[in-house]
């Protein structure tokens, strides 16, 4: 019984700890303020609102650069949220039968599936859709 709470105890000063030197590793650059009123800026931005899929403006690409010369497909142009992203990225994936990943603002789909992709995205209603 006393051990539970003892470990109890150590975890959540063990998660405080953690928390405390994620902040100071985030302010590393920063200099010393006199300002009482001072708060420290991380520089987050806001991430912008996703458009509606019919005002979205993507496009399906083939490429194979810096990849050991395998095909990928890439979709670009989405704007909205990184959740959205990751979102229609895994729906794609699934759709394709394949892997692939989310990375830089980018869908990537392993193989070229381009008229699939574009198909799958003009069905989910992403009127412009080009494949390039």
């Not at 994620?22 to 001072?38: C, H, I, Q």
């Amino acid at each position: 019984m006393w051990i539970a709470k003892i470990f109890a105890i150590f975890a959540s000063l063990i998660g405080i700890l953690r928390t405390h030197m994620a902040d100071w590793k985030e302010r590393l650059g920063m200099v010393y303020s006199t300002n009482p009123d001072f708060t420290y800026d991380y520089g987050e931005e806001d991430e912008e609102a996703t458009l509606a899929p019919e005002k979205q403006s993507l496009r399906v690409w083939r490429d194979s650069k810096g990849r050991g010369g395998k095909v990928v497909t890439v979709v670009r142009g989405f704007v909205g949220t990184t959740s959205d992203l990751e979102e229609l990225g895994r729906t794609l994936k699934r759709g394709c039968g394949v892997g692939g990943s989310v990375k830089d603002g980018e869908i990537i789909i392993q193989g070229d599936h381009r008229d699939r992709v574009t198909a799958l995205l003009v069905g989910y209603g992403y009127k412009q859709t080009k494949r390039v």
